[in-house]
C-alpha cells in the first residue's frame, strides 16, 4: 500500500472513529458542532472524511467524547493526509527547523498564500483533482503556515521571481488580496523577502524551485522540486553546493525595501 493510500485509509477510519464516539456520547453534529465551535456541515465533513481537522480540535474531541485518546493518536497521520505524497517528509522536517530559506519561481511561496489562492492554484491541476482534495491540500497549506507564528520565530526567507508575483492566479481580486497579504506578512520580525526581478538575465538557479531547511542538529538540509522530479538532499556536499546558490542568487536580487515597493503596487 503506498503512502498516499496509507492517508487515505488512516483519514477514513478516523472519520468512523469520530462518527461513532459521537453516537455513543448521545450528541447530534449540530451538539457537537456547537462545543468545538463549528457549523454542523464541518461536522458532518470531518466525518465523511472530506476535511481534516486541526490537531487542537481533535484534542478538544477526543476529550468531549471521551474517546480516551484514540483519537489524539490519529494527529500525526492525519497531518500526514494534509500534504502530497511526495512532500510528506518535507513537511515534517519543516515543522521542526530552526531557518528556512526558498526560491521560488513560478507561483507566490506556499507559506504565503492566502486560502483563496491556494484553492485557485489546486484547482488549475492537470489531472482535475476532486473537491475534497483541493479542500485537503488547502487545509493543509495553510496549517503550515503556523511556522511563521511559531513560538520560536525561526527566520524565514523568501527569494521569488518577479513574475511569481505578477502572475494573477485567481484572478486580480483574489491576486490583490494576496500581495496585501504577503506585506502583512512582511510585518512580522522573523519574515523577510526579496523580489529576483525579470530583467537579470542570469543566476544559478534557473533550474527551479529550492528550499534549504535548518536543523537543530544541526545539519541544513536541501530540497528540489520540478516536473519530473522531488528531492529531499542531505549529502553534505549536494547541500553546501545549494547553499552557495541561494547565497549568490541573494546577492542578486532586490533589497528588502525595493521588494516591498513593487508588493506594493501590485497590492495597488
Known amino acids: 500500500m503506498g503512502d498516499g493510500e496509507s492517508a487515505s485509509v488512516a483519514l477514513r477510519v478516523f472519520a468512523g472513529q469520530l462518527k461513532l ?8 453534529r449540530e451538539e457537537l458542532g456547537r462545543k468545538l465551535g463549528y457549523a454542523p456541515h464541518t461536522i458532518k465533513a470531518y466525518e465523511l472524511g472530506q476535511r481534516i481537522p486541526g490537531a487542537s480540535t481533535v484534542e478538544q474531541a477526543d476529550e468531549l467524547l471521551g474517546a480516551r485518546g484514540v483519537l ?68 493543509g497549506r495553510l496549517e503550515r503556515q503556523g511556522l511563521l507564528t511559531r513560538e520560536d520565530r525561526p527566520p524565514v526567507h523568501f527569494i521569488v521571481e518577479q513574475c511569481a508575483l505578477e502572475r494573477p ?29 525579470t530583467n537579470i538575465e542570469e543566476h544559478p538557479c534557473t533550474d527551479g524551485p529550492l528550499v534549504l531547511l535548518e536543523m537543530p542538529d544541526p ?22 553546493e545549494l547553499v552557495d546558490r541561494y547565497a549568490m542568487i541573494r546577492t542578486q536580487a ?11 503596487k501590485l497590492a495597488g
Not at 532586490?254 to 506594493?264: A, F, G, N, P
Open 219 to 240: 545539519r541544513t538540509l536541501g530540497y528540489l522540486e520540478g516536473h519530473a522530479r522531488s528531492q529531499l538532499v542531505s549529502d553534505r556536499r549536494r547541500v553546501a
Open 72 to 139: 489524539k493518536a490519529a494527529i500525526p497521520l492525519l497531518e500526514e493526509a494534509q500534504y502530497p505524497t511526495f512532500f510528506r517528509d518535507v513537511a515534517k522536517l519543516e515543522r521542526k527547523c530552526v531557518r528556512r530559506c526558498s526560491y521560488e519561481t513560478l507561483v507566490v511561496p506556499g507559506l504565503l498564500q492566502t486560502k483563496d489562492y491556494a484553492r485557485a492554484v489546486f484547482e488549475s491541476h492537470v489531472p482535475a483533482l476532486t473537491d475534497d482534495e483541493v479542500e485537503r491540500l488547502v487545509s
Open 21 to 28: 464516539f459521537r453516537e455513543l456520547a448521545e450528541l447530534s
Open 254 to 264: 532586490l533589497s528588502t525595501r525595493e521588494s516591498i515597493q513593487i508588493i506594493e
Open 169 to 197: 492566479i485567481g484572478g486580480w481580486k483574489v491576486h490583490r488580496e494576496q500581495m496585501a497579504s504577503i506585506l502583512g506578512r512582511l510585518r512580522l520580525r522573523n519574515v523577510s523577502l526579496q523580489v529576483m526581478p
